[in-house]
Nanobody, 124 residues
Framework: QVQLVESGGGLVQAGGSLRLSCTLS????????MAWFRQPPGKEREFVAG????????YYAASVKGRFTISRDDAKNTVYLQMNSLNAEDTAVYYC?????????????????WGQGTQVTVSA
């Protein structure tokens, strides 16, 4: 059974940075395509970024491209999301997700395994 545990959320001022981490246990991490989603208050969950297994092709939502960077460390079973130049619109609960699909998927229905979420709040 796959378990995903996120960490690194918190309160940050606009223009600041945060790094989220998500560690997978229970399965072989390097076999998974990993992604970050977020759910702003009162809105649906949306795709943020994804990374395929090695060599690690990435893909970003237009709203975060150039500001966020997704990466993975297969030795640590961990995927990261470096978030820079944060603004109020980035406020959301951020979720880590995993799929055995070889390609990055942007729809929540394509992911079977999810973390519990970590809150990111950006103050103006």
């Amino acid at each position: 059974q796959v378990q995903l545990v996120e960490s690194g959320g918190g309160l940050v001022q606009a223009g600041g940075s945060l790094r989220l981490s998500c560690t997978l246990s229970g399965r072989t991490f390097w076999l998974y395509t990993m992604a970050w989603f977020r759910q702003p208050p009162g809105k649906e969950r949306e795709f943020v970024a994804g990374i395929e297994r090695s060599p690690g092709t990435t893909y970003y939502a237009a709203s975060v491209k150039g500001r966020f960077t997704i990466s993975r460390d297969d030795a640590k079973n961990t995927v990261y999301l470096q978030m820079n130049s944060l603004n109020a619109e980035d406020t959301a609960v951020y979720y880590c997700a995993a799929t055995r699909d070889l390609n990055i998927q942007t729809m929540t229905s394509e992911y079977n395994d999810w973390g519990q979420g970590t809150q990111v709040t950006v103050s103006a």
